[in-house]
């Protein structure tokens, strides 16, 4: 079992920065792709990142350029770092895990309870 428990979400102006870690615990994050998703209210859940075991990147049109995720094994922790933010990335971001890297908004095993960015215009 993994437990995943993100942090750093809040409220920020659009064109400001924040950066999202996921925390895991029970099992070595090293061994798991890693991915954040968001759900804005009244929208279907959305793909913002993901990254590989062996740290390969990915993440769609909406969010290249602006967000990068990252991992850190030593403290099995994974990151987003978001930039230039809009009004539109207004969300609950979760962050999870599974064993294959796979582009998708439902076939991962683990999840996090969620954090709330708020971007005000």
């Known amino acids: 079992q993994v437990q995943l428990s993100e942090s750093g979400g809040g409220l920020v102006q659009a064109g400001g920065s924040l950066r999202l870690s996921c925390a895991a615990s029970?099992?070595?994050?090293?061994?798991?792709?890693m991915y954040w998703l968001r759900q804005a209210p009244g929208k279907e859940r959305e793909f913002v990142a993901g990254i590989s075991r062996d740290g390969g990147t990915y993440s769609p049109d909406s969010t290249k350029g602006r967000f990068t995720i990252s991992r850190d094994n030593a403290k099995n922790t994974v990151y987003l770092q978001m930039n230039s933010l809009k009004p539109e990335d207004t969300a609950v971001y979760y962050c999870?895990?599974?064993?294959?890297?796979?582009?998708?908004?439902?076939?991962?095993?683990?999840w996090g309870q969620g954090t709330q960015v708020t971007v005000s215009s």
């Open positions: 029970g099992r070595t994050l090293s061994t798991y792709a």
């Open positions: 999870a895990a599974g064993r294959n890297f796979v582009v998708s908004t439902a076939d991962y095993e683990y």
